[in-house]
């Protein structure tokens, strides 16, 4: 120690003996001194990471090792129970509070032990996954909530639904549907046929088909000249005869002929393919829906609400919708235990058909009367606005007024209003088809007239240019002749643009009678009834004239009618289907605001079939019927000579005959002759019929095994209900005899059971067994441990079934009186304790 303090004292003195260190120095020195420290202490905490992580390392290394593969297993059982779980806990009879603490208790075990199902490396990926796995399943459902909420017009009909019914509801859902079918033919029309003339074919003005004649130019833009579509809408692309008959056009060589034809024929084939699928997707969603007629007000009370509703208004409509659901379910029960006079019910009703098939001849036999008529208004001058529009008018009279006497008249059938909707579907349908083939059978005696014309024109025309041909060069000039201008050429009667304009203008009236009749049959009405009922002599709202109803079976056919007119009408009007789908946009919203502010429900609410496979049944009979004028026209009659794409032509298939000639190989034009040969053509028709007529027997054989197979469920689900019910009746005195009473076999298989379970090791647990045995080591009172005490007894397994005699009394207990020396009679455990006196 002193040798150390001498050390001491020389290295101060010399210290001492040095230059005093400057600023700049000790700044430095001092500089130093801190970037040691800092690196000292950034190695302190490296070495303290490490320490942890080598630590953590190790644990979890322990961890993985006390995880043994049976673990694993049992754990992963209990996370797939858990998501099983909580994916079914809607469908748990429990309370709303029982539900939230078993779902927020299984999502926190699945949160806990998902991850530690996997070893090292392979952890963290089974915890991507599942991570992963989560939010993709969150993605779908956010994806299909975006996809409903994109869905066009789906609150409203939901509001409507709630208010009106699932019928009433169901004609919007149809007219949504025929909305997209309508949007998707006006593409093709629109980008195939109409944008390419315009843009590429030749302009107004430099062809006598594209130019208002002469005579008429002076009253082309009249009102009254463009309201019957005449005048320069005649002249325009909204018609068959604006196309020019050349084969190619413009610089892309595009085959407009060709292209028109095959979109003609195409926007039949779309509609029937459309049309078929959804009637197979219809029947597809009614074939899952299973039989849901038992409990049906039970169900309806107990699981109609839906408690994630959170808007005030959302749950109004659900309260609107439940009650009208409820009311729907009561006429279907009202129906189905009606009893009634059978022999007068068969008389009322063909009573009814008579009467109804009268009004359909007499409106048959009017229309005919009407169109003829009209015939000889059009030979004839200065007509007036009635005698121009006399079938339109007519035509839409007879769709406003025909169906409520049809429903007036269908009161006295007495059908369940499910059963009459379709009755009443039915014969409005066979009143517009009737309306329909009659004006066509008429227009095609028009159409002859033309044709018949048509020649006598086609000879003006030729002597007409000859003759101007002939003035110019009997001029004595050698140059060419000027044109002759197009307004001045003799025009033929160009049938297909009169017949366009036929359905265009039928079209426009039917829209404008919907239209007024909603406005002054619903509207006016209601606002009558509304405000005048405080003064009027009796109750407006529940006599007469009251509150309309909405009139679904004139809704739909009036629909199905329309959409007719269109696939006919489109062929020789490209541009009417352009017009159908403004009137179906139009049609949403104005009845939409018609329905919900006018009409009420009606008094006898049914629900709607669960297949929306009538009206789609209605469209393709009416797509058929609508196809066979079309096909007539293009393989019999012959185009017109100087006006639309086929012109020049004996017959308008021609022009696919032209194409495969001139645009394709010559094997290619044998292969379809060999094709179009009617040798192969009659035996594919029969196979097709076969086809048919097999699948729908295989159909209706699978239908027949499903509806056996339904009552075999049936059945063994009320077998198994009249089980549980026997069972709980049963006196629970007998159970516990029977009990007492088991074999002697049965219970000495019990002692052998629970000896081989107390041989199994119970260490191999899972990591909630862990948390049992630390519980158990606490003193918990259900385990072992320091809370062995309050473990239950042991059982005592009967081999020997009891004496049924006399029992010594309990110590303690007295005898009773006038008993003799030796047991008491004793008492089953299922009677009652009592007390004898002293």
């Known amino acids: 120690s002193n040798g150390k303090k001498a050390g001491e004292e020389r290295r101060r003195q010399r210290e001492r003996g040095k230059k005093a260190p400057t600023k700049d120095q000790k700044e430095s020195e001092n500089e130093g001194r801190r970037t040691n420290k800092k690196g000292k202490e950034g190695e302190n905490k490296q070495k303290k990471d490490r320490k942890t992580s080598t630590s953590s390392a190790s644990s979890n290394s322990s961890e993985e090792e006390s995880l043994a593969e049976e673990e694993l297993a049992m754990l992963m059982e209990q996370v797939e129970q858990k998501k099983k779980l909580i994916s079914t806990m809607r469908n748990k009879p429990w309370r709303m509070v029982k539900k939230l603490s078993v779902l927020r208790e299984a999502q926190a075990f699945v949160e806990k032990f998902e991850g530690a199902l996997g070893k090292g490396k392979g952890k963290k990926l089974y915890a991507y996954k599942m991570m992963m796995a989560k939010k993709w399943v969150k993605f779908k459902r956010d994806f299909d909530n975006f996809k ?500 020049g032509k004996k017959r308008m298939y021609e022009v696919i005959q032209e194409t495969i000639e001139l645009d394709f190989p010559l094997f290619v034009a044998k292969i379809f002759s060999y094709v179009a040969n009617p040798g192969l053509i009659i035996p594919a028709i029969l196979l097709m019929v076969l086809a048919i007529y097999y699948l729908n027997a295989v159909a209706e054989a699978y239908q027949r095994a499903n509806a056996e197979l339904k009552k075999k469920m049936q059945m063994q689900r009320e077998e198994e209900k009249n089980k549980r019910n026997n069972k709980a009746s049963t006196n629970p005195a007998l159970q516990d005899l029977e009990d007492l009473l088991t074999p002697s076999t049965k219970s000495e298989s019990h002692p052998k059971q629970a000896e081989d379970k107390k041989i199994e090791s119970p260490n191999k647990t899972s990591p909630v067994g862990k948390e049992g045995r630390a519980a158990a080591l606490d003193g918990s009172p259900t385990t072992g441990g320091r809370g062995a005490a309050f473990t239950p007894p042991p059982h005592v397994f009967v081999t020997q079934p009891p004496t049924l005699g006399l029992r010594p009394p309990y110590p303690g207990q007295p005898r009773p009186r006038g008993h003799p020396m030796g047991p008491v009679p004793g008492r089953g455990r299922g009677q009652p304790r009592c007390s004898y006196p002293a």
């Open 148 to 647: 409903t909420q994109c869905i066009p017009w789906e609150m409203k009909i939901k509001e409507v639904e709630s208010h009106f019914g699932s019928s009433v509801a169901s004609y919007f859902i149809f007219l949504r549907w025929m909305y997209g079918v309508n949007l998707v033919l006006f593409g093709l029309i629109f980008g195939l046929v109409i944008i390419p003339e315009v843009l590429m074919g030749m302009p107004y003005g430099s062809m006598p088909r594209k130019t208002v004649p002469r005579a008429e130019q002076a009253t082309a833009m009249d009102f009254s000249v463009l309201w019957d579509f005449e005048g320069y809408i005649k002249y325009s692309a909204l018609f068959y005869g604006y196309y020019n008959n050349q084969r190619t056009i413009g610089w892309l060589k595009y085959r407009l002929p060709m292209a028109y034809f095959m979109v003609g024929i195409s926007v039949f084939g779309y509609s029937l393919m459309v049309v078929i699928r959804s009637m197979a997707r219809n029947a597809n969603e009614n074939t899952a829906d299973g039989d849901d007629d038992n409990f049906i007000f039970s169900w309806k009370m107990f699981t109609s609400w839906d408690y994630l509703i959170g808007n005030p208004e959302t749950a109004d409509n659900k309260f609107a919708s439940i009650t009208t659901s409820f009311k729907e379910s009561i006429v279907d029960e009202q129906e189905s235990n009606k009893d009634e006079n059978i022999h007068l019910r068969r008389f009322l009703r063909v009573l009814a058909n008579v009467l109804i098939i009268c009004c359909l001849c007499g409106s048959g036999y009017l229309i005919y009367f009407v169109v003829k008529r009209s015939q000889t208004f059009s030979k004839m001058q200065n007509v007036g606005w009635y005698e121009r529009n006399e079938v339109e008018i007519v035509m839409s009279l007879l769709g406003m007024f025909c169906p409520p006497l049809f429903e007036t008249i269908a009161a006295l059938e007495n059908y369940h209003p499910r059963i009459g909707l379709k009755w009443q579907l039915g014969r409005i349908f066979a009143l517009f088809l009737g309306n329909l083939y009659t004006f066509l059978l008429a227009l095609m005696d028009d159409v002859n007239e033309k044709l018949a014309e048509e020649d006598v024109v086609k000879n003006i025309t030729r002597w007409t240019l000859l003759g101007h041909h002939n003035s110019s060069a009997g001029n004595g000039s050698t140059a060419t002749p000027p044109p002759l201008d197009p307004a001045d050429v003799p025009r033929g009667p160009c049938w297909e643009t009169t017949v366009g304009i036929e359905f265009v203008r039928l079209t426009v009236s039917d829209i404008l009678v919907t239209y007024i009749t909603i406005l002054v049959g619903d509207f006016i009405r209601a606002c009558f009834v509304r405000f005048m009922n405080y003064c009027w002599c009796w109750d407006l709202e529940a006599g007469f004239p009251s509150y309309a109803e909405f009139d679904i079976s004139g809704n739909v056919l009036g629909l199905v009618f329309n959409q007719g007119m269109i696939w006919m009408g489109s062929f020789y009007a490209p541009g009417l289907v352009g017009i159908n789908v403004l009137r179906l946009l139009t049609s949403m919203y104005f009845q939409c605001w018609a329905v919900m502010s006018s009409n009420v429900p009606h008094e006898r609410v049914f629900k709607a079939s669960k297949s929306n496979n009538f009206y789609m049944g209605l469209l393709l009979l009416i797509l058929f019927l609508s196809l066979l004028p079309v096909a007539y026209t293009i393989m019999s009659l012959p185009p017109s000579f100087d006006c639309g794409p086929f012109s």
